[in-house]
């Protein structure tokens, strides 16, 4: 069995946690969440279980008690409305990296150009970064037909295009060929922006897959970051499964599997992936290497 040494929680994420843990202590319970602070549901399970409150609107905070904004960041108009809340205190948990495109979108509108963000359109990185500028000067593309779709009055206007942070870089790189095929003079020098976490582990998945019949990815089935895993080792011609615990592995996964592979997306815990590798060497896989280099930022 060979596991990923690049695996699990990212930088950005144990900095998320820590701030809704530090905001516990001080504050005690209830602390609310808006949105879920990082999509893994044991992470969730568990900050509920010890009184943090995860809501969908700002209004549904009470007057009085912190509100914290998610990793995965907010729009504009999101911020100054947590600002007019009257919470004991507002603290904004977004990524870094994530906060970098933020600005990076922000003075290029400000310059007047238009922004086209590739990603998922109804997750929550990408409802937060495209609303920082207004909607009439910005457009989400998640194919080929949404750059199709685009405006033709916008090849007069210049443009810049971003993307989501947990893609793969791969699939970003052939979406902006498409859009520089419609609008030659688009500027996609800052579409490198899968931060290295994504980038990193799936440099893993895919050594990995050079060496196993099979890989598992332990993570939600809403985060994207390991929904991305598996595609990877999947378009490395390798069988791949998305499961949230070992609680969901298949025996007949495991039918004529000789080696397997074992992953974990950014906002996933260790211990859910201990405990599959504990169920994995109780079924014959009790040999454990780790593959691919330690993390770097």
């Known amino acids: 069995m060979y596991v990923a040494r690049t695996r699990g929680f990212c930088g950005g994420v144990r900095r998320a946690l820590d701030m809704v843990n530090a905001c516990l202590t001080r504050y005690g319970p209830p602390v609310y969440v808006l949105h879920p602070i990082v999509h893994n549901r044991f992470v969730v399970e568990d900050f509920q279980s010890r009184g943090v409150v995860f809501i969908e609107r700002v209004a549904e905070a009470a007057p009085g008690r912190p509100l914290i904004l998610s990793a995965h960041g907010v729009s504009k108009a999101v911020e100054e409305e947590a600002s007019r809340l009257g919470a ?93 095929a419609r609008f030659p003079k688009a500027d996609v020098t800052l579409g490198k922006t899968v931060c290295y976490a994504s980038t990193n582990r799936q440099q893993a998945v895919m050594e990995l897959a050079e060496m196993t019949d099979m890989i598992l990815v332990v993570g939600s089935k809403n985060s994207s970051n390991a929904n991305r895993l598996r595609e990877t080792a999947e378009a490395a011609g390798v069988p791949a499964y998305l499961i949230d615990s070992a609680g969901e592995l298949s025996p007949e996964w495991l039918n004529d599997v000789e080696s397997v592979g074992v992953t974990a997306g950014a906002s996933t815990p260790e211990y859910v992936v201990e405990r599959l590798l504990t169920v994995l060497k109780s079924r014959g896989w009790d040999s454990v290497e780790e593959v691919g280099a330690v993390e770097k930022s």
């Open 88 to 180: 004991s205190a507002v603290i904004d948990a977004t990524c870094p990296l994530v906060k970098q495109v933020h600005r990076q979108v922000r003075d290029h509108w400000r310059e007047g150009e238009a922004v086209i963000l590739m990603g998922h359109r109804d997750h929550p990185e990408i409802q937060g970064t495209i609303g920082q500028v207004k909607s009439e000067d910005s457009y989400v593309v998640e194919c080929p037909a949404d750059i199709a779709a685009l405006p033709g009055s916008l090849a007069q206007k210049p443009i810049v295009c971003v993307a989501q942070t947990t893609l793969t870089q791969a699939k970003v790189d052939d979406m902006f060929t498409g859009i520089r």
